[in-house]
């Protein structure tokens, strides 16, 4: 089952973004299904990719192999309930949302089901995607590999062997591009503040955090203390924007920042 009949159950922006990353990459479009309530985001799904969409949640899922859950956690109970008296004992069931606890999964479905937790993000729709997986003893070898090709698609994978792991996959990877956004964000618009136009700054921000993002990559015997240290002149401009970094304590915000994404997790995984 290597090419297993994948159906998403919501066809927001992380769907949307696996689903680029396997059928680019050449996973069958005939393959892969996915719902919603409107038809805006499934029309681009059917135009952009050439999969098969449509409104009815239980006929899709009754049709696939792996079922991947992908709507807002408060909406997920609702979604699971509404497919529970299908026979799930032959599928593959993948979730995509923050917080949850796999054990809950089972409540919702009323019936023992085999479900893999999941915590990708949006660069996935680029192929440069991370994904952490978390699969109990219960899972077989077969239904990990079908959940990791699938993910494997849109980038690179990680298995954590605990559930608790995956909160700090969602502040590490899932959530961080957001940081990175915003980072990038702020530098263009100093550079806009000063004097330069919008698409100037935003080409000269943005391939200096790929040129980093890259050198981080390419380097993994440095540091990323030396990989900065090696901008920063003795006396020059880089130590001074560093210098004003490191007195504003960017290091104790991103703490807090990464910090306050866990208890968000372990909030949700008290609410829904
Ligand atoms: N956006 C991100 O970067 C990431 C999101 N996630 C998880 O992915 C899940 C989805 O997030 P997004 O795609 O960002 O949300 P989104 O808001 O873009 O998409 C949710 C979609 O579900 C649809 N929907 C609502 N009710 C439905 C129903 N009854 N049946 C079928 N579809 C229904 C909505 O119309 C919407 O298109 C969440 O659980 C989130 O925790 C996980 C990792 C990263
Ligand atoms: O913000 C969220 O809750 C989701 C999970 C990780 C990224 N987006």
């Excluded at 059928?23 to 892969?32: Q, R």
């Excluded at 079922?67 to 026979?87: N, T, Y």
Aim: charged share 20%.
């Amino acid at each position: 089952m290597t090419q297993a009949k994948v159906c998403f159950i919501g066809a927001g922006n992380m769907p949307r973004a696996i689903i680029s990353g396997l059928v680019t990459n050449g996973y069958p479009a005939d393959k892969v299904h996915a719902t919603n309530p409107s038809v805006g985001k499934l029309d681009a799904l059917k135009a952009d990719f050439g999969i098969q969409v449509s409104h009815d949640n239980v006929a899709a899922a009754d049709d696939a192999d792996v079922i991947v859950l992908s709507v807002k956690p408060q909406l997920m109970q609702m979604v699971c309930e509404q497919l529970s008296h299908l026979d799930l004992s032959n599928k593959l069931l993948v979730t995509i949302a923050a917080g949850i606890p796999a054990a809950r999964y089972q409540d919702y479905f009323k019936q023992p089901i085999k479900l893999i937790r999941t915590m990708p993000n949006t660069p996935t729709q680029i192929g440069v995607g991370m994904t952490g997986l978390f699969a109990d003893n219960s899972i077989s070898a077969e239904h990990k590999q079908i959940c990791e090709t699938l993910m494997k698609t849109g980038g690179e994978v990680v298995w954590v062997k605990t559930e608790d792991e995956l909160n700090q996959v969602i502040a590490l990877a899932g959530s961080s591009p957001a940081y990175f956004f915003l980072f990038i964000e702020s530098m263009i618009q100093h550079g806009i503040k000063t004097g330069l136009d919008e698409q100037t700054a935003r080409a000269l921000a943005q391939q200096a955090a790929l040129g980093a993002a890259q050198m981080v990559v390419q380097n993994p015997q440095l540091s990323l203390e030396k990989l900065r240290t090696n901008v920063m002149s003795k006396g020059g401009t880089t130590a001074r924007a560093v210098e004003t970094l490191e007195e504003g304590d960017l290091r104790g915000l991103v703490d807090q920042a990464m910090t306050n994404c866990i208890k968000r997790a372990e909030e949700m995984a008290k609410t829904f």
